[in-house]
């Protein structure tokens, strides 16, 4: 009477052998290379195991040191460029503005030395009334205030063309017992150094 031949090939080997079956993945394995399966299942789980404490640990530090999450290092970024463009402008204006402060104090003091020949001719004169002396008021009043109060530049100060677009995300997410749903609600926070519609 022959031997029932219960013998399969084995997954690893392809070798027809007494075989056994790794409930996981479904495989059949001869006993050296099940034993092997075995080894590469437990490293696997050695793997995930430290990965896992290896996101604990980190989870326990942003935890403890909130400035530390990855976010907070862009924002402080943003802002170190942000000051940084800031004020190369603020010298670029200051320039623009030394330059006309310049031509307005010349064409002030061109009005201010022909109000001195006015007030000179006067004196040498010793000819003035009432209407003289308020001419020459109202002439020292205007070149007052051009000198205090240029009328022709003015500085506006808008937020929006100052700082640059930030767009930050919160995420809720409610874990289901098989981690398979996610719910999402985001916020947008924006100022641009451009018009925009955000």
């Keep these: 009477m022959e031997m029932t031949n219960n013998k399969t090939h084995c997954f690893t080997c392809n070798k027809e052998k007494i075989t056994y079956s790794c409930k996981g993945c479904s495989k059949e394995f001869c006993s050296v290379h099940l034993t092997e399966h075995q080894q590469n299942l437990n490293e696997e789980l050695g793997y995930i195991t430290n990965e896992y404490n290896e996101l604990k640990q980190k989870i326990n530090e942003q935890k403890q040191n909130p400035q530390n999450f990855p976010l907070i290092k862009q924002i402080n970024q943003w802002e170190i460029n942000s000051i940084q463009q800031i004020q190369h402008k603020a010298l670029e204006y200051r320039e623009i503005i030394i330059k006309y402060s310049q031509t307005c104090i010349n064409d002030i003091e061109l009005k201010f030395n022909d109000l001195n020949e006015q007030i000179k001719q006067i004196h040498r004169e010793n ?3 009432e209407i003289n002396l308020n001419h020459l008021k109202n002439q020292l009043m205007k070149i007052t ?4 109060n240029p009328s022709n530049i003015s500085i506006q100060q808008n937020f929006l063309l ?6 930050m995300f919160y995420f809720h997410h409610f874990l289901e017992p098989k981690f398979n749903k996610w719910k999402q609600n985001g916020i947008a926070v924006a100022g641009g150094n451009e018009h925009g519609q955000e």
């Design 127 to 129: 000819e003035f009334n």
């Design 162 to 167: 100052i700082l640059f677009f930030i767009k």
């Design 145 to 148: 205030q051009e000198l205090n």
